[in-house]
């Protein structure tokens, strides 16, 4: 009966030792832990000129409620590190753009942070539902840092010749309206596409296999995540995708983890992620 109780104890206190370990981990590494992860995408609709360049994504910085300016000059020189062509914001920069204790001093800060971050072939943005809470000081963020806006459009990506890739920027569902038909207008089918937006409900509304590629953030990846069990919560904005790829006909969807933590600085199964992708013509 002894040996039983005390296997029965041993046991407990391994349980009790790994779960201290996940929290421990959840609490003090997972949060600054920037994941990057590196995807190849091969098709024969990108042109010769185009092939080999890489398309970097963050979103859900959430500056000021747990990202600091210390954790987000890490993060962002990790981004900046990858030596992408073409850059990508997928939104939400601060947890409440309307804080009345936002300083000028780290408007400046997060703006100049923005502005190091290099990309040969442009920087783009999307808004996030947070974002536009307060979109004249985002935008004038952004803009200062020369990221240009997509908002329900598109543009032409050039490297040296006239052939090009097409970047589609689509609207939050949350407070804004996607619009596809505006978004989509002058595209082609035939033309690598690649789009980005905020919520992964703005997902749902796509045509089949209209875009290549296609990403989204917003859900932090559940910030806590089980094996087996997945996110423990649904969000507004998310209710068909919520985490990591899916495929959609020929289309593949990647829904990122961000940057940021929100509510507490506490991650699990979800380490902040920065995606750079790798464009190869077949």
């Known amino acids: 009966m002894k040996h039983m109780i005390f296997k029965l104890l041993l046991g407990l206190i391994m349980v009790f030792l790994v779960i201290a370990g996940f929290v421990f981990y959840g609490l003090y590494f997972a949060p600054?832990?920037?994941?990057?992860?590196?995807?190849?995408?091969?098709?024969?609709?990108?042109?010769?000129?185009?092939?080999?360049?890489k398309i970097g994504y963050f979103s859900d910085v959430y500056f000021l409620e747990f990202m600091d300016e210390e954790r987000v000059s890490e993060m962002f020189d990790t981004i900046n590190s990858s030596d992408v062509d073409v850059l990508l914001f997928g939104g939400d920069l601060f947890s409440n753009p309307n804080d009345e204790t936002i300083s000028e001093t780290q408007i400046a800060f997060i703006t100049e942070q923005l502005n190091g971050l290099n990309a040969n072939l442009g920087k783009y943005y999307v808004l996030g539902d947070k974002d536009n809470l307060n979109p004249d000081l985002v935008n004038s963020i952004l803009y200062n840092a020369d990221f240009e806006l997509?908002?329900?459009?598109n543009i032409k990506i050039h490297n040296n010749d006239s052939s090009s890739i097409t970047l589609i920027g689509l609207d939050n569902t949350i407070n804004s309206t996607p619009n596809i038909e505006t978004a989509f207008e002058g595209t082609s089918s035939k033309n690598f596409n690649l789009l980005f937006t905020h919520t992964p409900d703005s997902l749902s509304l796509l045509g089949q296999n209209?875009?290549?590629?296609?990403?989204?953030?917003?859900?932090?990846?559940?910030?806590?995540?089980?094996?087996?069990?997945?996110?423990?919560?649904?969000?507004?904005?998310?209710?068909?995708?919520?985490?990591?790829?899916?495929?959609?006909?020929?289309?593949?969807?990647?829904?990122?983890?961000?940057l940021g933590t929100t509510g507490s600085d506490f991650r699990m199964f979800t380490d902040p992620q920065y995606h750079v992708f790798l464009i190869e013509s077949k």
Not at 38 to 52: E, L
Not at 150 to 153: A, G, T
Not at 219 to 238: F, M
């Open 32 to 53: 600054t832990n920037l994941d990057t992860e590196f995807k190849t995408i091969n098709s024969d609709k990108v042109p010769p000129s185009m092939n080999d360049i």
């Open 150 to 153: 997509l908002s329900n459009s």
């Open 210 to 258: 209209s875009v290549d590629v296609a990403l989204a953030g917003h859900t932090l990846g559940g910030q806590i995540s089980l094996p087996l069990l997945g996110n423990l919560q649904k969000i507004e904005g998310a209710s068909q995708y919520t985490k990591g790829l899916y495929l959609v006909g020929n289309s593949k969807y990647y829904i990122s983890n961000g």
